[in-house]
Structures are given as structure tokens and as C-alpha cells.
T-cell receptor, first 114, second 116 residues
Framework: QKEVEQNSGPLSVPEGAIASLNCTYS??????FFWYRQYSGKSPELIMS????GDKEDGRFTAQLNKASQYVSLLIRDSQPSDSATYLC??????????????FGPGTSLSVIP | DAGVIQSPRHEVTEMGQEVTLRCKPI?????LFWYRQTMMRGLELLIY????????DSGMPEDRFSAKMPNASFSTLKIQPSEPRDSAVYFC??????????????FGSGTRLTVV
């Protein structure tokens, strides 16, 4: 059974600080990694994707991937109250027959305190 | 584009009744996914289709659940008979992917199902 694990939180950070969200996965051959943001009562929204080891930056968001450690993280710089949401880590199954099947972690609840 | 469209937004039904959830994927997307979200279990993949063909239904909880995709622009998820434990938010998502799985999903706004 493929697993994606995240700290459930809640994670609280002051406005303007860096929020660090972590995720580990069990499938060694996974190739695609995603971060989704979900506001309360809304649907998940894709905010970042990463496929290669290292860092990928998009505005205030940086995704980091380390396949050897089976670890992916999301950093949010200059956190804003509007970033308060649940962040879902998602990982695709690595087998050729199921590349398009994505497993979601339980999510980390982030609260940015003004 | 209007995005992924789900209906109804909310459904309250009595135990034992049949429930049908509907989804219209984004035009041109060839993958469609049905997920269920609960506080206890998070987001669970129920079934997904590629070019209208079911690929993996291993997440469908039991025979009471069935899903169809008669054409590229419409899919249904049916629960018959419904039970209180089926209460959850059901999301439909679509994607245009290569075999590398390198595209994320676009989710619909979900259907909140309550079975009393």
C-alpha cells in the first residue's frame, strides 16, 4: 500500500515568517510530486509541482525534492493570513501502468497569525 | 474554460435511497478521477477513467458504488443503496496527462453528501 505522510499540524506561524511543510512517501519509483492548497469548504487547488531533485521556486513558494530520502517539502516565504489553509502533498504511483494515479497525504493545516 | 463542473453541490438523502453525482470534466482532458474526502480518511481515490474507459476502480468501497463515463464530457458516480457512512464530500477531477503523469489535477467544487 503506497503511503504519503504529512504532519497534520496545526502549524502556526506569524505573518511574514517562513512556513515549512514536510511530506514523505513510500513508493521509491514515484516520479511526480504536487502540492495542493485547500481552503476550508473548498476544493483542492494545485499550487506547485516538482519532478527533479532540488528546489523549484514560484513566487513566494519553493518546493524541494529529495528522491533518495523520499522527501518533499514546501516553503512559503513572507507568509500571509491568506495562506491559512490545509496543504496536501500528492505523489504519483511510479509504475508505468499507473503514472496517472495520484495518492494524497492527509494534509497539514497552516495558520498564519497576523 | 468553466472548469470541472459537479452537481449537485449538496445532497441530503435518506438511508437506502439511490444517489447520483454528476461531473463534467474540462474539455480536452482525457483523464477523470472520482475522490471522496472525509476528516477520518482524507482524500481517497475511488475510480479513474482514461478516454472514457475505467482504468482502476480498486478504491470503490463496495458494490453499492458504481461509476460510468458514457462520453468525454460526462461522468456519474452512483450509490445504491446509500448508507450514513457514505456521508462525505465527493470530488471529481480531470487532467490532461502524458504517460509520465506530469500534470496535476483540476478539481471540481465537490458534492457534499449527507445520508441520514
Amino acid at each position: 500500500q503506497k503511503e504519503v505522510e504529512q504532519n497534520s499540524g496545526p502549524l502556526s506561524v506569524p505573518e511574514g515568517a517562513i512556513a515549512s511543510l514536510n511530506c514523505t512517501y513510500s513508493d521509491r519509483v514515484s516520479q511526480s510530486f504536487f502540492w495542493y492548497r485547500q481552503y476550508s469548504g473548498k476544493s483542492p487547488e494545485l499550487i506547485m509541482s516538482i519532478y527533479s531533485n532540488g528546489d523549484k521556486e514560484d513566487g513566494r513558494f519553493t518546493a524541494q525534492l529529495n528522491k533518495a530520502s523520499q522527501y518533499v517539502s514546501l516553503l512559503i516565504r513572507d507568509s500571509q493570513p491568506s495562506d491559512s489553509a490545509t496543504y496536501l502533498c500528492a505523489v504519483n504511483e511510479g509504475r508505468e501502468t499507473s503514472y496517472d494515479k495520484v495518492i494524497f497525504g492527509p494534509g497539514t493545516s497552516l495558520s498564519v497569525i497576523p | 474554460d468553466a472548469g470541472v463542473i459537479q452537481s449537485p453541490r449538496h445532497e441530503v438523502t435518506e438511508m437506502g435511497q439511490e444517489v447520483t453525482l454528476r461531473c463534467k470534466p474540462i474539455s480536452g482532458h482525457d483523464y477523470l478521477f472520482w475522490y471522496r474526502q472525509t476528516m477520518m480518511r482524507g482524500l481517497e481515490l475511488l475510480i479513474y477513467f482514461n478516454n472514457n474507459v475505467p482504468i482502476d476502480d480498486s478504491g470503490m468501497p463496495e458494490d453499492r458504488f458504481s461509476a460510468k463515463m458514457p462520453n468525454a464530457s460526462f461522468s456519474t458516480l452512483k450509490i445504491q443503496p446509500s448508507e450514513p457512512r457514505d456521508s462525505a464530500v465527493y470530488f471529481c477531477a480531470s487532467s490532461q496527462t502524458l504517460r509520465t503523469g506530469r500534470y496535476g489535477y483540476t478539481f471540481g467544487s465537490g458534492t457534499r453528501l449527507t445520508v441520514v
